[in-house]
Nanobody
Framework: VQLVESGGGLVQPGGSLRLSCAAS????????MSWFRQTPGKERELVAG????????NYADSVQGRFTISRDNGKNTVYLQMNSLKPEDTAVYYC???????WGQGTQVTVSS
């Protein structure tokens, strides 16, 4: 199982970023996928999840209405569109397949003026 996150960076408050996670080594189209985030000294936090078909999505209260998770099963990729970003969204973001223990290297998102 390999997960490679990308798309992070430095953005001003109110700005947007789109994260991508390229997956390989497992049957992506059959896997529930999630995005997590982590800041130093804190536990990893579930941000959003999406069913294998993409028909069902779930969000943490803190990002509901601002973030959108989506997937392209033809490209084995899951996305996280982040809008109206806040400084408290600053974290390393990771994707994960529900049935596997592997994590990617993460991508840093920094929201600051």
């Amino acid at each position: 199982v390999q997960l490679v996150e990308s798309g992070g960076g430095l953005v001003q408050p109110g700005g947007s970023l789109r994260l991508s996670c390229a997956a390989s080594g497992f049957l992506f189209s059959a896997s529930y996928m999630s995005w997590f985030r982590q800041t130093p000294g804190k536990e990893r936090e579930l941000v959003a999840g999406i069913s294998n078909s993409g028909s069902t999505t779930n969000y943490a209260d803190s990002v509901q209405g601002r973030f959108t998770i989506s997937r392209d099963n033809g490209k084995n990729t899951v996305y996280l569109q982040m809008n109206s970003l806040k400084p408290e969204d600053t974290a390393v973001y990771y994707c994960k397949a529900r049935s596997y223990r592997s994590w990617g290297q993460g991508t840093q998102v920094t929201v600051s003026s």
